[in-house]
């Protein structure tokens, strides 16, 4: 397994050789200035980039052509028929993952499922297919610990296959709960919209979120399609996903080491701590002051 550092245009891209015709990217851009981050990258792989926060811009043609990922979306970028170089201008404070597969090593995980898989199947399989899709809670973690990766490194290569694995597992079990095309309901951008701003609302008062029929009325839709809506664009229930969020920003407050577990319980919403403790548990397998200790050994 290779693991270098490259300098472009005063960014830093770590890039790891999980194995052949396997490579993990990951980039954090925590200046305040945009940056260029390039690399060749031909017509035989697949690409995935994940947007963990921020946003880029993917250029093609020499600039003439370009694609925006946002803020917590996927990007999926496949064209047999020409090199597709990750040129991208990275804008502050932005982070990104992206696994990079050669079609052969691709087609392989999926050889039973071919078909399942759109851009797979045998009409497609000489198609380009650009698709963008957005990182649900359980992705977001997964590509939170690939980034933050701090083991031992002699297990570096396991653990970044077993995590590149599980985030594709969960990136096509999403595209299959998700399909806007398949559904009516979110051909309404309107609707989109409204669940959208119900996330955010869920995440800006997630120590004290209203209830479902409070932020249904908010967002001024009925409970049902709230419920159904929110199922479709983010893979989960409106509570489960809370839940989910809540635990990524107590582990990260944890890892930060500003609070103690006490601390971190309240920030989230939990008014005792036992409550805090049994939740952290039921989410990550380990209390709060495990895991600390397992992050700061």
């Not at 601390?263 to 701590?273: H, I, Q």
Request: net charge neutral; hydrophobic share 35%; glycine share 4%.
């Amino acid at each position: 397994m290779a693991d270098t550092t490259k300098n472009v245009a005063q960014s830093t891209f770590k890039e790891t050789t999980v194995e052949d015709g396997f490579i993990i990217l990951t980039y954090q851009n925590d200046t305040d200035q945009s940056e260029i981050v390039e690399r060749e990258i031909d017509s035989t792989f697949i690409q995935f980039h994940f947007c963990v926060k921020g946003s880029s811009v993917f250029m093609f043609n020499n600039g003439s052509y370009s694609l925006n990922i946002k803020e917590e979306t996927a990007l999926l970028l496949y064209n047999p028929q020409r090199d597709l170089p990750i040129h991208m201008n990275v804008q502050p404070k932005s982070w990104l993952v992206s696994l990079v597969f050669s079609i052969q090593k691709f087609h392989g995980l999926f050889s039973q499922e071919a078909n399942y898989i759109t851009f797979l199947s045998g009409d497609n399989k000489d198609k380009k297919y650009y698709k963008d899709s957005v990182i649900s809670p359980s992705m977001a973690i997964v590509l939170n610990q690939l980034i933050n990766y701090n083991l031992n490194s002699s297990v570096k290569n396991l653990y970044f296959k077993a995590k590149a694995y599980e985030l594709l597992s969960l990136y096509f079990n999403r595209s299959e709960d998700a399909n806007i095309e398949q559904c009516p309901f979110l051909a309404d951008e309107t609707n989109v919209l409204k669940i959208k701003k119900a996330k955010d609302i869920i995440i800006a008062r997630m120590a004290e979120p209203p209830s479902l029929q409070e932020l249904a009325d908010e967002i001024q839709l009925s409970l049902k399609k709230l419920k159904e809506g929110f199922k479709e664009i983010y893979g989960d229930s409106v509570f489960s996903f809370l839940f989910d969020y809540k635990m990524e920003v107590a582990r990260k407050l944890l890892e930060s080491g500003d609070n103690n577990v006490n601390e971190v319980g309240l920030k989230v919403g939990y008014s005792t701590s036992s409550h805090f403790i049994a939740a952290f548990k039921k989410k990550y397998g380990t209390t709060p002051k495990k895991y600390i200790m397992s992050v700061s050994s």
